[in-house]
């Protein structure tokens, strides 16, 4: 079997791009105007630009503070970011977007919104007050080349909920929260609480259930009992606050490269941690279809409709105002009325009461009409033009692209990763090459089942070990001979030491008999 990462083939990426300019060309052409005709960004978020459509697939990384947020990214990264700090405080008291860049640096807020290649110029509304607090790290990491992260401020817990930000942090997560591709929620599994400013961030998320991936972190740190006992008090509080038939997917896990606790559940957290791992590896490849969902729920809301009736229902002269707050006093009502007479279900209708607090600042003179023709573009956008796009979805090839590091799902199911230093391995190699024949080595070489039962005895994540794997297995043929043994235990002390792994394994690192054969294979 061949450990080698590959990326989508050209066939695959080529659907997914034509998906993607298509979606583009489509929303310009006949939902734009439409959202202009009936002023869409006043009431609900703001047009869509180029950049939407050809941004990376985000994830937003939300939580209260000292749940493991930074350390979380850290974890998927393999490395350390500009501005980062790790703490039992608050550490993080801005937003971060982590994105690939050729040269290490860091963007700010108000510069940011001006840069019409980055996704974030429509938070300009949201004032100095956020955009002194929001940031972009630019950095070369081969996980950033696929994805981009957002780093969210801790949530504040009762204790500090006097604390005023300056800014509407409830907001702000909405606009994120509509426009990333995944929300990670994390929760610590000793130290489990509500706080108001919590709830009001779920309130934000409402409507994004099915982006939201909720993660009970450092579950190595209680015991099996506690561990159920907690689980069942998050279950109780999630359920209470969306309020969905579904129940939501908490994930058990501990989210970092250090060797985790000895635990019963400690199978159980491998276990979670390769399914979290495999829902944000997929992200890529369903990058197009998460931009076609989100433009058929913007297309499908009865905005056009709503502005329609509170214009048709408008005196023309006199008792404008009093009309005007009796309609929105109504509006309930107006909505049942709508969904009678057009035939729209209850789901395309936007928040009742949120719309009501719209409606209150604005002119309904200024209202248009239902305009035939462009109902008629909407139409076929949605039952002619989308459906065309769908086979192409379909038609994609399977995924043969994983992200790398700790992504890495090649690796996942045998092994997982690894750090860095000179080639010292010489001087430990005895010690170490007692430990590879005490192993019974088959003709000179170690069979992976063997290395890995060795290698989970040191209890750093799978991850982690396959990481190692990879860059100890340099010839590639699934098996390690006593050099490779040996730099394998070099980089998993290295680990166990606090030392960061390196992407790919150094020159200085590759064991002397695969020297001319590593060197002949990057000439070629």
């Not at 081969?142 to 994805?147: M, P, T, W």
């Not at 009762?158 to 929300?183: C, H, M, N, Q, T």
């Not at 689980?231 to 060797?259: C, D, H, N, Q």
Request: glycine letters at 6%; a neutral charge.
């Amino acid at each position: 079997m061949s450990f080698r990462r590959l990326w989508s083939t050209p066939k695959a990426m080529g659907d997914v791009n034509m998906v993607t300019e298509e979606l583009k060309n489509l929303y310009y052409k006949r939902l734009l105007p439409i959202e202009k005709y009936y002023s869409f960004h006043h009431f609900h978020s703001p047009s869509y630009e180029d950049a939407d459509f050809g941004n990376k697939p985000m994830v937003l990384v939300m939580g209260q503070y000292s749940t493991g947020k930074t350390t979380f990214i850290r974890y998927l990264i393999e490395q350390d970011f500009l501005g980062s700090r790790v703490g039992p405080e608050p550490t993080t008291d801005c937003f971060t977007a982590l994105m690939y860049g050729e040269a290490e640096g860091i963007i700010p807020g108000n510069a940011l919104t001006m840069d019409p290649k980055k996704p974030f110029r429509n938070l300009d509304p949201f004032g100095n007050s956020f955009l002194n607090r929001f940031q972009c790290v630019q950095m070369p990491n081969r996980v950033l080349e696929s994805i981009s992260i957002i780093d969210t401020p801790g949530i504040l817990t009762a204790a500090k909920r006097k604390l005023s930000r300056g800014y509407d942090f409830p907001a702000v997560l909405r606009w994120f929260a509509e426009r990333v591709d995944r929300i990670i929620l994390l929760f610590d599994a000793h130290k489990l609480e509500f706080s108001d400013e919590l709830t009001r961030a779920f309130g934000a998320l409402c409507g994004y259930e099915d982006k939201l991936r909720v993660v009970l972190n450092k579950a190595d740190r209680v015991d099996s009992q506690q561990l159920m006992r907690v689980y069942g008090a998050l279950m109780w509080s999630l359920g209470k606050v969306f309020r969905t038939p579904e129940i939501l997917r908490v994930y058990i896990g501990s989210f970092w490269s250090e060797p985790r606790q000895t635990c019963d559940h400690y199978q159980l957290i491998e276990l979670e941690e390769e399914d979290l791992l495999a829902d944000i590896r997929n992200l890529p490849r369903n990058a197009a279809v998460r931009k076609l969902n989100d433009l058929v729920k913007r297309a499908r809301l009865a905005h056009a409709h709503i502005i329609s009736y509170l214009k048709q229902e408008m005196p023309t002269i006199f008792c404008k105002e009093s009309k005007k707050h009796n309609l929105i006093y109504q509006l309930p009502v107006i909505f049942n009325k709508i969904q009678q007479q057009h035939r729209v279900p209850a789901g395309d209708f936007p928040d009742c009461t949120k719309m009501q607090e719209k409606l209150l600042s604005q002119d309904f003179s200024k209202f248009k009409r239902l305009k035939p023709s462009l109902m008629t573009s909407l139409d076929k956008l949605l039952t002619t033009d989308i459906a065309n796009l769908v086979p192409l979805l379909q038609n994609q090839e399977p995924r043969k692209k994983s992200l790398p590091g700790v992504l890495d799902g090649e690796f996942l199911g045998t092994f997982s990763e690894a750090d860095f230093d000179e080639w010292v391995v010489e001087k430990h190699k005895p010690k170490y090459d007692e430990i590879f024949y005490n192993l019974s080595p088959n003709a000179g070489k170690l069979s992976g089942t063997k290395v890995k039962e060795w290698m989970t005895k040191t209890l750093l994540p799978n991850s982690v070990l396959a990481h190692i794997w990879r860059l100890s297995d340099v010839d590639g043929d699934g098996m390690l001979d006593n050099e490779e043994f040996a730099l394998a235990v070099h980089l998993i002390e290295g680990k166990l030491e606090g030392h960061w792994l390196p992407r790919e394994l150094p020159p200085h690192l590759v064991p002397p008999s695969k020297r001319l054969s590593t060197a002949s294979d990057a000439s070629a």
